[in-house]
């Protein structure tokens, strides 16, 4: 009964703030207004993420006190806030990509620092030993994720509502596992996504702006470098969970990069951006991936207790989400031809 109350007053929190930013935006005139790059047909208030990132923030002092145990995780988890704060900026003044480049490098760093690196991944029956490639790798994986879901971040319903999924199934996991401070925090991501979502589900009247998207991927990354290291959930686990963002963005990024685009700037050849061009609604594509991600739930669960399977079926999911995205590249390429 308590962990119900206690999400539930996040859900209702998250939502309350949200609802203030919204006026906030409007009066401000801080609006996502549609350009060449934009999948939305009006202007729309943004910065709706500060409802879930303030819900969260101020819960960080209370997981502290209960599970003092996890302290690498919530001195870790501190670096969300100039993520936050950068993102905000963003939102209102469009800051250049070199300056959130530099708050990201350094954020996790710090991130790193706390947890210790990556000294090895779980494979299945594998351990792989990293050593010091550990160090940079983490690195990497923090400043990825933080872009990441930013990138994906492209339509109504679909950022929020892979968080509410992620942090909701990760805390089943956890929870499965014995690490209870972990699950309380995905569990409270997922509650304090879900207020949010109520706001930004298909038509959206508000978006959670790169406050709310850079701060998500920055969580996600902290509790996964975390959850591998505590004996939690493997990275593989979330890397999972995540399936559809990790892949879209990855490949979308692989592909202009060797097309000579400018592959850091604006655009909209994303798989579920690609979706919504050849005619499929915000809500069906919003749908779709949120389904495809319920089916790497599941495997993510086998992944997780079935450890001999894990290498697997974990590459042979990643490999069909591969063959999806190269469907919908490959049509939406012969609809821009025709």
Known sequence: ?????????????SSAITARVKEYARSRRILDVPNGRSLHQAAVPRGGG???????????????????????????LLGSLPIAVTGWLDDRFSLPASRRFLVHSLVAAWAVWMLGGLEGVRLGTIELDLGAFGYPLAWLLVVWLI???????????????????????????AS???NVGL?????????????FLQWNLPPARIFMGDAGSG???YVFAVVALYSEASGGPPLLVWLLLLGVFVVDST????????????????HRSHAYQRAVQ?????????????GITAVLAAVAWVVNTLPALALPVALLDFGLLLLIWRYVYKRSRRADAG
């Open 1 to 13: 009964m308590i962990p119900v109350l206690v999400m539930s007053a996040a859900a209702l929190m």
């Open 50 to 76: 500060l409802g879930f990132v303030t819900t969260i923030l101020i819960s960080l002092p209370l997981m502290w006190f209960f599970f003092p145990a996890d302290s690498p995780l919530w001195l870790a």
């Open 147 to 173: 872009n990441l879901y930013n990138f994906m971040d492209g339509i109504d319903g679909l950022a929020a509502g892979q968080a509410v999924l992620v942090g909701a199934v990760g805390a089943l996991l």
């Open 176 to 178: 499965a596992g014995g």
């Open 183 to 195: 699950a309380w925090f995905a569990a409270l991501v997922a509650a304090s996504c879900a207020g």
């Open 215 to 217: 701060f998500l991927g």
């Open 251 to 266: 490949a979308t990024l692989i592909q202009r990069w060797l097309a000579g685009e400018r592959w850091y700037e604006a």
């Open 278 to 290: 050849l005619g499929f609604s915000h809500r069906f594509v919003t749908l779709t991936v949120l």
